[in-house]
């Protein structure tokens, strides 16, 4: 929510009123699901198919091309640095950059007063049109908000040159007090990080002068009229998440040039192109038109590439030299320049009856967004609008949140976007609450959360995404089943040594798919003479696999084998507008689009495959790469359709197919998790047996592909639960630099995972899927946290959890 935004901060919904409204929702929100969407899965011959992934074997062998490999294109090719703020807090005095300029090789050294830098205001979040995060970012500060704050960029004709020179430019700085945690940053004696002047599209609840960024609330039913019942038990839980990177392999890394047509092309490692080219327009003032912005392969983003982090410097640098840049981070940048997960306090409060009734739930969250608001607020909304609505029969229900800057760097959009930081929070809550008041903590949760047919108020009661929406699939109760059955939970043995002690927990999910109201994907599909076709679609793949997905989705439309298709995705100037990969969208807008792409290609391929067997089309289908006559049993081959319909005496056409998708719905995907792990009760230390993950994602499109976007999840979560992730020093300085230094757990140190996938049919999505690759990265830390409760007694509630916490908590 913007300042133009006329929802209240803080808005309260009656359940009175919603109730009124059902009918009228319900309605609104039918379904006109097309006959082919839903298919038996005997019927299937492409989608739920485990097809090998797309890009496999150019990964395997070093065929595949990421930004950096494009190099040898450019001869001339300039390389990049950048000189980065050693204070936490200040003003640059002076830049003296002689010494830089004069190192043999240097071609430009800009600083944030030079012609070629924009003084634009902007934010770096990849979002949709006009971004919900404030403009608040320099591409270069003369005001440093803290260590890493980009302040120069040299081009020179070498990486080693331009890091040399780097070196040699010298700041002077003014410093200023700095603040690194995000309560004492609330304080109103801390330092102050902005003036409210020097921030343009301002976001609702700000509050500069006390470093807050944004408020945010809502409210369904009387929440403290509930606690004041006389017949509840009113539980609190305080609750902490750790800083985590996104660590991906390949680094942040741009390509910028200017083509014959004096056109500027950006090669760079991106989730979000399309935002990407118009964020340049907007801050360089150059039209859209002129902008193309290519994304190559990617080496992984997990949110982290959903902004426009590095790709203003090499752009402003080839202006000024006019030569193709290219700028790669270090990967001590990206731990101490680029962006991480949000940090989080989370408060929980609940009323609850004896007899188990939830009565009131309710989440505050405390986000510390770091210098800069990218993602800020819409990361915090869904700390509360993804794990709440899982709850859908409570009836009251409340969340706040308040987003302060600190003196730490820019925070960002990171696989689960707030969920894991509320899911954390809500499900170890829950678990305390159950095991405090005689309960079963399985059964607490079942006789509360959604079923198919409910009608979601929670995650529209701040006006968000997926407002009112109708639960159309749900598989919960089977993910519990599976899961319990898979981790053993009623078969657990202890051990036979007596300081041993073994424990279950579980904790369960919901995430999103796509932003409801707030997506669109495009896709075109091309026929050629020999019956192939080319696929272009706007969708993103960052490593994911989607551009598989893609292929089954039209392959299953088209009748044709997946090999018959080539796929193009992510130019701007050649494939079709998407908004790009993030919020779990990709599959289901972009494959969507692509599937509509297909079914119009399909109606003209039958109307020319009519007019060729002299059939109806109305009794024509295609399959094993021909069009039949279900009637006759007449064919002909799509071959034959494409050289007729290019080729023919009568009448010509090239066969074209186009698709685009939006819609207002975010059907909710689904996990269930559950771990086990033996606990010392002397030392504290701890041995997770295993971890298994039941999911409901719809239809998977492709089930390996699933499984391995499951795993990949579930073993960031064990990592948010286990893993210090990026720490400070006093004086605000990064203490990781490197892979060592942050220590994530390997393969071999990480704990057996099992994945389940729980079939639904999501009738929103393309042949039933919904999303799959986030809504496993919340529930690792809850699980575990319960797990080491229910075997030592003892609840840590501060990521990470360790050996040493554990110790001290038994001590007490």
């Known amino acids: 929510m913007t300042d133009n935004d006329t929802r209240p901060d803080g808005g309260t919904a009656s359940r009175a009123d919603a109730d009124a409204e059902v009918d009228d929702i319900e309605g609104s929100l039918d379904v006109d699901e097309p006959a082919n969407n839903r298919l038996d899965p005997e019927e299937r011959k492409s989608v739920s198919r485990p097809t090998e992934k797309h890009d496999d074997r150019k990964l395997v062998t070093g065929e595949a091309k990421y930004t950096a490999d494009y190099d040898e294109q450019f001869p001339d090719l300039a390389h990049a640095s950048v000189v980065r703020s050693d204070i936490p807090h200040g003003r640059v005095v002076d830049i003296d950059t002689s010494r830089a300029e004069s190192i043999d090789g240097v071609l430009a050294v800009l600083t944030p007063w030079s012609e070629e830098v924009p003084d634009t205001k902007y934010t770096s979040a990849g979002q949709s049109y006009p971004e919900p995060s404030p403009w608040d970012m320099n591409v270069l500060?003369?005001?440093?908000?803290?260590?890493?704050?980009?302040?120069?960029?040299?081009?020179?004709?070498?990486?080693?040159?331009?890091?040399?020179?780097?070196?040699?430019?010298?700041?002077?700085?003014?410093?200023?007090?700095?603040?690194?945690?995000?309560?004492?940053?609330?304080?109103?004696?801390?330092?102050?990080?902005?003036?409210?002047?020097?921030?343009?599209?301002?976001?609702?609840?700000?509050?500069?002068?006390?470093?807050?960024?944004?408020?945010?609330?809502?409210?369904?039913?009387?929440?403290?009229?509930?606690?004041?019942?006389?017949?509840?038990?009113?539980?609190?839980?305080?609750?902490?998440?750790?800083?985590?990177?996104?660590?991906?392999?390949?680094?942040?890394?741009?390509?910028?040039?200017?083509?014959?047509?004096?056109?500027?092309?950006?090669?760079?490692?991106?989730?979000?192109?399309?935002?990407?080219?118009?964020?340049?327009?907007?801050?360089?003032?150059?039209?859209?038109?002129?902008?193309?912005?290519?994304?190559?392969?990617?080496?992984?983003?997990?949110?982290?590439?959903?902004?426009?982090?590095?790709?203003?410097?090499?752009?402003?640098?080839?202006?000024?030299?006019?030569?193709?840049?290219?700028?790669?981070?270090?990967?001590?940048?990206?731990?101490?320049?680029?962006?991480?997960?949000h940090p989080m306090a989370v408060c929980a409060k609940s009323a609850v009856t004896e007899d188990g009734d939830i009565e009131a739930l309710?989440?505050?969250?405390?986000?510390?967004?770091?210098?800069?608001?990218?993602?800020?607020?819409?990361?915090?909304?869904?700390?509360?609008?993804?794990?709440?609505?899982?709850?859908?029969?409570?009836?009251?229900?409340?969340?706040?949140?308040?987003?302060?800057?600190?003196?730490?760097?820019?925070?960002?959009?990171?696989?689960?976007?707030?969920?894991?930081?509320?899911?954390?929070?809500?499900?170890?809550?829950?678990?305390?609450?159950?095991?405090?008041?005689?309960?079963?903590?399985?059964?607490?949760?079942?006789?509360?959360?959604?079923?198919?047919?409910?009608?979601?108020?929670?995650?529209?009661?701040?006006?968000?995404?997926?407002?009112?929406?109708?639960?159309?699939?749900?598989?919960?109760?089977?993910?519990?089943?599976?899961?319990?059955?898979?981790?053993g939970w009623n078969e657990i043995e202890q051990p036979d040594a007596e300081h041993l002690h073994r424990g279950v927990g579980m904790a369960l999910s919901a995430q999103g798919t796509g932003v409801a109201g707030d997506e669109l994907g495009g896709a075109q599909i091309m026929m050629n003479e020999d019956g192939s076709f080319h696929l272009m679609v706007g969708g993103v793949d960052i490593g994911t696999g989607a551009d598989t997905a893609f292929v089954q989705i039209a392959a299953e439309v088209l009748g044709c084998a997946e090999q018959d298709i080539v796929v193009k995705t992510s130019d701007t100037d050649n494939t079709p507008f998407d908004y790009g990969a993030?919020?779990?969208?990709?599959?289901?807008?972009?494959?969507?689009?692509?599937?509509?792409?297909?079914?119009?290609?399909?109606?003209?391929?039958?109307?020319?495959?009519?007019?060729?067997?002299?059939?109806?089309?109305?009794?024509?289908?295609?399959?094993?790469?021909?069009?039949?006559?279900?009637?006759?049993?007449?064919?002909?081959?799509?071959?034959?359709?494409?050289?007729?319909?290019?080729?023919?005496?009568?009448?010509?056409?090239?066969?074209?197919?186009?698709?685009?998708?939006?819609?207002?719905?975010?059907?909710?995907?689904?996990?269930?998790?559950?771990?086990?792990?033996?606990?010392?009760?002397?030392?504290?230390?701890?041995?997770?047996?295993?971890?298994?993950?039941?999911?409901?994602?719809?239809?998977?499109?492709?089930?390996?592909?699933?499984?391995?976007?499951i795993e990949g999840a579930n073993h960031m979560s064990y990592e948010m639960a286990t893993n210090e992730g990026i720490t400070f020093d006093e004086d605000g300085r990064a203490e990781v630099s490197d892979y060592d230094d942050y220590e994530f757990p390997t393969a071999a140190e990480s704990p057996p995972i099992e994945s389940i996938l729980v079939e639904t049919h999501e009738p929103t999505g393309p042949f039933g899927a919904k999303s799959v690759a986030e809504v496993p990265t919340n529930t690792v830390p809850p699980a575990l946290s319960n797990a080491v409760r229910d075997a030592v007694g003892v609840r840590i509630t501060e990521m990470p959890i360790t050996a040493a916490k554990i110790r001290e908590k038994l001590s007490e």
């Open 141 to 341: 500060n003369d005001k440093v908000r803290y260590v890493g704050d980009p302040i120069a960029a040299v081009a020179a004709e070498d990486a080693e040159t331009a890091e040399a020179a780097a070196e040699a430019v010298e700041i002077e700085y003014e410093e200023h007090e700095h603040v690194l945690d995000a309560e004492a940053a609330f304080d109103e004696d801390a330092p102050q990080l902005f003036d409210p002047d020097d921030v343009e599209n301002k976001i609702v609840g700000h509050d500069y002068e006390r470093n807050r960024m944004s408020h945010i609330g809502g409210t369904l039913g009387n929440v403290d009229a509930a606690y004041d019942r006389d017949d509840v038990h009113v539980h609190e839980s305080e609750w902490e998440t750790i800083r985590q990177s996104h660590a991906q392999v390949e680094l942040h890394t741009t390509l910028a040039y200017t083509d014959e047509d004096d056109r500027k092309v950006v090669i760079t490692s991106t989730q979000v192109p399309n935002h990407t080219r118009r964020q340049l327009s907007h801050l360089f003032d150059i039209p859209i038109r002129d902008i193309r912005v290519k994304k190559p392969r990617v080496g992984g983003g997990f949110g982290g590439k959903q902004a426009m982090v590095v790709e203003p410097i090499p752009m402003a640098l080839m202006l000024a030299t006019g030569r193709p840049v290219i700028y790669e981070a270090t990967r001590e940048e990206e731990f101490q320049a680029m962006r991480s997960r």
């Open 362 to 487: 309710e989440l505050y969250a405390l986000s510390n967004t770091g210098a800069y608001g990218s993602h800020g607020m819409t990361v915090a909304g869904n700390v509360g609008s993804k794990p709440m609505p899982l709850y859908s029969k409570v009836e009251n229900v409340r969340f706040e949140a308040d987003v302060v800057h600190t003196n730490t760097p820019q925070t960002g959009a990171m696989r689960g976007y707030g969920a894991p930081q509320g899911t954390l929070a809500l499900e170890g809550h829950l678990d305390e609450v159950a095991r405090d008041l005689g309960l079963d903590p399985i059964e607490l949760r079942q006789d509360h959360y959604m079923e198919e047919g409910d009608l979601d108020e929670i995650a529209g009661m701040m006006g968000g995404e997926g407002a009112e929406r109708v639960i159309r699939s749900c598989g919960l109760d089977e993910c519990v089943e599976r899961g319990m059955a898979a981790i």
């Open 582 to 709: 993030y919020a779990s969208s990709t599959t289901y807008i972009s494959g969507r689009a692509v599937k509509k792409a297909a079914e119009d290609a399909k109606e003209k391929i039958l109307e020319w495959a009519s007019r060729m067997l002299d059939e109806p089309a109305a009794n024509l289908d295609t399959a094993g790469g021909e069009v039949y006559s279900e009637e006759t049993g007449a064919s002909v081959t799509l071959e034959e359709v494409g050289y007729e319909s290019v080729y023919g005496d009568e009448t010509r056409e090239h066969i074209l197919g186009q698709g685009t998708h939006s819609t207002d719905e975010s059907p909710p995907p689904f996990a269930a998790q559950f771990a086990d792990v033996t606990v010392d009760e002397r030392t504290g230390e701890f041995d997770v047996n295993k971890l298994v993950v039941a999911v409901d994602c719809g239809v998977a499109i492709n089930p390996g592909m699933a499984e391995g976007q």
